[in-house]
């Protein structure tokens, strides 16, 4: 149901713009969320997008003023642009769905109902 891409190397510095493709229908009926699992620790929540009419839109600390997520409806997609990435965002990142009905807990990974396969993202120094 949701295919994540766009990860890749890159140099501390750089950017990178992640999609998260779904279906049709869960495009309409769910809210998307990204997150992100380095080796040897938990997945940790990043960003989530509500895709009503409402828009809303929740940020992690960590991702707050360098990470921008948004919708492209055009393909049913969600991205995640990230600027100025450090080696410590290198991970991998998951996006997943979860149901409006549950937006108050969006930063909780149990919470999603489906998940993406990842994209691996490396941060050279």
């Known amino acids: 149901q949701l295919q994540a891409s766009g990860g890749g190397l890159v140099q501390a510095g750089g950017s990178l713009r992640l999609s998260c493709a779904a279906t049709a229908r869960t495009f309409g009926d769910y809210d998307i969320g990204w997150f992100r699992q380095a080796p040897g620790k938990e997945r940790r929540f990043l960003a989530a997008?509500?895709?009503?009419?409402?828009?809303?839109?929740v940020y992690a600390d960590s991702a707050e003023g360098r990470f921008a997520i948004s919708r492209d409806s055009d393909k049913n997609a969600v991205l995640l642009q990230m600027n100025s990435l450090k080696p410590e965002d290198t991970a991998v990142y998951y996006c997943?769905?979860?149901?409006?009905?549950?937006?108050?807990?969006?930063?909780?990974?149990?919470?999603?109902?489906?998940w993406g396969q990842g994209t691996q993202v490396t941060v050279s120094s």
């Open positions: 997008i509500d895709l009503s009419s409402a828009g809303n839109i």
């Open positions: 997943a769905a979860i149901s409006p009905t549950k937006w108050r807990w969006v930063r909780y990974s149990a919470k999603y109902g489906a």
